[in-house]
Antibody, heavy 121, light 110 residues
Framework: QVQLVQSGAGVKKPGASVKVSCKAS????????IYWVRQAPGQGLEWMGL????????SSAQKFQGRVTMTRDTSTSTLYMEVGSLRSDDTAVYYC??????????????WGQGTLVTVSS | QSVLTQPPSASGTPGQRVTISCSGS????????VNWYQQLPGTAPKLLIY???QRPSGVPDRFSGSKSGTSASLAISGLQSEDETDYYC???????????FGGGTKLTVL
């Protein structure tokens, strides 16, 4: 079935970086953009950026520019998002999600299970 | 603070019809489609409505969406206990060149 499976939870120290993976299966990997969205504890959803798996092109929200790197490995159908210079307010569940084409509202129809990243000294 | 404004909470009794509003501006809802997500506790969001009013396969027709100008609404009819959870609206914002979400609405079934 169509699914996105993310890497496991982790604890990082302030100033460190974290790399979250998202493995796609059950569909044509290069045909769908992937969004990264995070959710701080008890808070709402926040869009971080997107990647085009076909050519690796990316776009990120202004607040994350320079601190977030999104990449992909087409040989394994895996997406990666690395967040650097972690702060305590980066503690959140990070999700990858598949973007439907514009004809279907550019909606996020398949989500990974989420990866909890805790930033703590 | 979210660019899309939702009421933080809503409530209704079983069988009732409730609506959740989502207010934006000309650069987001006014210019682009609205999607709605349902998020059960401890789980990833689930697509509930796309392109303002379309339901993905498997979503009951008790859920419906609409959009007018710079606002959108999610309506849930025949309210059931399992509808008690969080709901988020989302739209692309042309000014920010990114997706924005509403702050979320927690629905309580009394």
């Amino acid at each position: 079935q169509v699914q996105l499976v993310q890497s496991g939870a982790g604890v990082k120290k302030p100033g460190a970086s974290v790399k979250v993976s998202c493995k796609a299966s059950g569909y044509s990997f290069i045909n769908y953009y992937i969004y990264w969205v995070r959710q701080a504890p008890g808070q709402g959803l926040e869009w971080m950026g997107l990647i085009n798996p076909s050519d690796g092109g990316t776009s990120s929200a202004q607040k994350f520019q320079g601190r977030v790197t999104m990449t992909r490995d087409t040989s394994t159908s895996t997406l990666y998002m690395e967040v650097g210079s972690l702060r305590s307010d980066d503690t959140a569940v990070y999700y990858c999600a598949r973007l439907l084409p514009a004809a279907r509202g550019s909606a996020l129809d398949i989500w990974g299970q989420g990866t909890l990243v805790t930033v703590s000294s | 603070q979210s660019v899309l404004t939702q009421p933080p909470s809503a409530s209704g009794t079983p069988g009732q019809r409730v609506t959740i509003s989502c207010s934006g501006s000309s650069s987001n809802i006014g210019a682009n489609v609205v999607n709605w997500y349902q998020q059960l506790p401890g789980t990833a969001p689930k697509l509930l409505i796309y392109s303002n009013s379309q339901r993905p396969s498997g979503v009951p027709d008790r859920f419906s969406g609409s959009k007018s100008g710079t606002s959108a609404s999610l309506a849930i009819s025949g309210l059931q206990s399992e509808d008690e959870t969080d709901y988020y609206c989302a739209a692309w914002d042309d000014s920010l060149s990114g997706v924005i979400f509403g702050g979320g609405t927690k629905l309580t079934v009394l």
